[in-house]
């Protein structure tokens, strides 16, 4: 198993700009995860899904922030309109229905919002 | 009050002594809580679970859960160099994990 992937691993793009991030989690993982990490804190949650369904969104995240998660395989986040304050690092973690709840985190996407 | 506090260190030991890294979490019907090691530059990963009061070894490391004190520990003996990194103490709330803002270690040859 390659673990968890996450493309791209690095995104550069002007204020305004609309972004997409793609995460692939470990094979047969039925929960998938975003965090949003910045300098010197801890990982913030943004979304997770079960399988396709999305169970739950961040109160923090503003509706220019989507993620979908078709077929319960890979998943896309969205950020339209960045703003500087969007430049972060974006972890994708997935984890096994055994009910542990243990995440397995990917490379990230690190995003500079210019 | 945040939900995971941890000590932002930095905690320096040296070489073969024992890192003791604390984390206190404020909701009292936590049940499930993980250890992270995230390299500068690199993504969070897991080196430990704990889901029962007491302790739970894993090679060099052990992780220490103490529900009614809403507190838990990782400790991880005879330290090496490449143990420096940042320890994130994450404790399950729903379905997601809530971090505290991490330890960074220090483990001078």
């Known amino acids: 198993d390659t673990g968890v992937s996450q493309d791209p691993r690095h995104k550069i793009t002007k204020r305004g700009q609309n972004v997409t991030f793609r995460c692939d989690p470990i094979?047969?993982?039925?929960?998938l995860y975003w965090y949003r990490q910045t300098l010197g804190q801890g990982p913030e949650f943004l979304t997770y899904?079960?399988?396709?369904?999305?169970?739950?969104k961040s109160r923090l995240l503003s509706d220019r922030f989507s993620a979908e998660r078709p077929k319960g395989s890979f998943s896309t986040l969205e950020i339209q309109r960045t703003e500087q304050g969007d430049s972060a690092m974006y972890l994708c973690?997935?984890?096994?229905?055994?009910?542990?709840?243990?995440?397995?985190f990917g490379p990230g996407t690190r995003l500079t919002v210019t | 009050q945040k939900e995971v506090e941890q000590n932002s260190g930095p905690l320096s030991v040296p070489e073969g002594a024992i890192a003791s890294l604390n984390c206190t979490y404020s909701?009292?019907?936590?049940?499930?809580f993980f250890w992270y090691r995230q390299y500068s530059g690199k993504s969070p990963e897991l080196i430990m679970s704990?889901?029962?009061?007491g302790d739970k070894e894993d090679g060099r490391f052990t992780a220490q859960l103490n529900k009614a004190s809403q507190y838990v520990s990782l400790l991880i003996r005879d330290s090496q160099p490449s143990d420096s990194a940042t320890y994130l103490c994450?404790?399950?709330?729903?379905?997601?994990?809530?971090f505290g803002q991490g330890t960074e270690l220090s483990v001078k040859p």
């Open positions: 994450a404790v399950r709330k729903g379905g997601k994990l809530i």
């Open positions: 909701d009292r019907g936590s049940q499930s």
């Open positions: 973690a997935s984890s096994p229905r055994d009910g542990s709840y243990e995440q397995y």
């Open positions: 704990i889901y029962s009061n």
């Open positions: 899904f079960q399988n396709e369904a999305q169970l739950e």
């Open positions: 094979s047969e993982h039925n929960r």
